[in-house]
Structures are given as structure tokens and as C-alpha cells.
């Protein structure tokens, strides 16, 4: 799907509140019904500004680089580009002004983001990364993705560490084991702070009740593509995802 520059920055305007990277919004029409909810935007946004991240108390920049496009068996489109290109695509990101990257174990992306940032001061990044924890007979607990993923992004601590890919209603239930083991990792200053990436509507809405949850990331875009539920009601262009 192809959409004009202009027109993806007015419908994230009006569908999401989103981010703009530096662009001139379009004006609102006065007789827009979503006019109202879209008055106090911004006009402009500096993407690169660290901003503070809800009630977590982390800074990070409004723009943030994914390393998880495709992201799978630890694996992604990201890793494919190889080490050396890779590498060069986060020193770019970082020279330019981002400052918060989001891996994760699926996508084998941590050994790549700890080279491109061997000689860069902890301080001046941030790192994001996710637990894909299924529960099996045979899998560790929460502890041993932490002391393993410290090792692989070569750090003493992670910004924010999420439990990935819920999908369960009553996942706070089901996860707490691992939720009480993640907490006492965060109280050492070891994790900075905690929460989930959601894949279903009804794991959303657990995490928007759980109090142990700090940080949701949920998949929204102005297309509604590849979303877990419907676009905003009365859209004309939302659509069910398949």
C-alpha cells in the first residue's frame, strides 16, 4: 500500500496522536469531526528529543530504531543485512541522533547492537529488549534471559525488558512467576523498567489493568495493517486484519 507523505502524517495526526518527524502538519479542517481532539498537537515535533517514557522515569528519544523487522528465530531483516552492514545502519542511527534501540532474543539482534556500540558510553544509549517466555517443561526461567542477554549486549543493566508476544487474557496470571523474578532484577537496578509487547486485544487490556506493568508496546499504524484489532470506529478506512 502507497500513501502520500502528506496524507500518512495527517491520518497519524488524526488517528494516533503519533510522532512527527520534523514535518510541517497540514491544516485540520475546522468542520474535521476529530478537529477538537487534534487542537493542542504540536506542529512540529524534534524526533530526536529524549522525552520521558510514561511513569517509567527512562528518557528516550522520540524516534526509536527496531532490529526486528521479520523477526524470528532469532533472526530478522535486520540481522540478514550482516554484521558489518548492520552495524553501520545503528552507528548511522546513533550519529544522527537516536537514541533508544528495541531488540529483542527472537530477533537475534543483541551481539549485533553490543558491537556497532562497543566504544559508545552506556549513558548515551538506551536499550530495549523482550522475553519470549513459553512456559515449556524444559525452558529456565525469566533469570536466565536476563544473565544471558546482559552477556550478549556486553551491559550491567536494560533499560526497559519486556515479556513478548502476549497474547492470553489471563497472562498477568500465568506470567507471575516470571513477573516476580523480573521485579527483583529491577530493584537491583538491573532493569530499569518492565512490561510486556502485546499481540492480541485481550492482552492489551490485561496490561492496561496490571499494576507491574510500566511500558506496553502494541502495534498501531495509520493503515491498520497488521494491527490485532480494528482501526478507530466510524473510520472509513479501517478494516478488519486478517
Request: some cysteine; glycine content about 8%; charged content about 25%.
Amino acid at each position: 500500500m502507497k500513501i502520500q507523505r502528506r496524507e500518512f502524517l495527517k491520518r497519524s495526526a488524526i488517528g494516533l496522536g503519533g510522532m512527527f518527524i520534523g514535518a510541517r502538519l497540514g491544516a485540520i479542517e475546522a468542520s474535521s469531526p476529530m478537529a477538537a481532539t487534534t487542537s493542542s498537537i504540536p506542529r512540529y515535533f524534534d524526533p530526536f528529543e529524549r522525552v520521558t517514557l510514561g511513569k517509567t522515569g527512562l528518557k528516550v528519544s522520540r524516534l526509536c530504531l527496531g532490529t526486528g523487522t521479520s523477526g524470528v528465530q532469532k533472526q530478522s531483516n535486520q540481522t540478514r543485512l550482516g554484521r558489518d552492514n548492520l552495524n553501520r545502519l545503528l552507528r548511522d542511527a546513533l550519529e544522527h541522533g537516536i537514541r533508544t534501540f528495541d531488540c529483542a532474543d527472537q530477533y537475534g539482534s543483541h551481539p549485533y547492537l553490543a558491537t556497532a556500540m562497543k566504544d559508545v558510553p552506556r549513558e548515551k544509549y538506551d536499550i530495549i529488549t523482550k522475553i519470549r517466555w513459553h512456559g515449556g517443561q524444559d525452558e529456565p526461567d525469566a533469570d536466565a534471559y536476563v544473565e544471558r542477554f546482559l552477556k550478549e549486549l556486553s551491559t550491567d543493566h536494560i533499560d526497559l525488558l519486556l515479556i513478548h508476544c502476549v497474547t492470553s487474557a489471563d497472562w498477568p496470571t500465568e506470567m507471575r512467576k516470571q513477573m516476580d523474578i523480573l521485579s527483583k532484577y529491577k530493584e537491583k537496578g538491573v532493569i530499569r523498567a518492565l512490561g510486556v509487547s502485546c499481540h492480541s486485544i485481550a492482552a492489551l487490556e490485561a496490561a492496561a489493568a496490571e499494576p507491574w506493568v510500566e511500558s506496553v508496546h502494541t502495534r498501531i499504524n495509520p493503515y491498520g495493517m497488521s494491527m490485532d484489532g480494528r482501526a478507530r470506529k466510524g473510520d472509513p478506512s479501517a478494516q478488519e486484519n486478517p
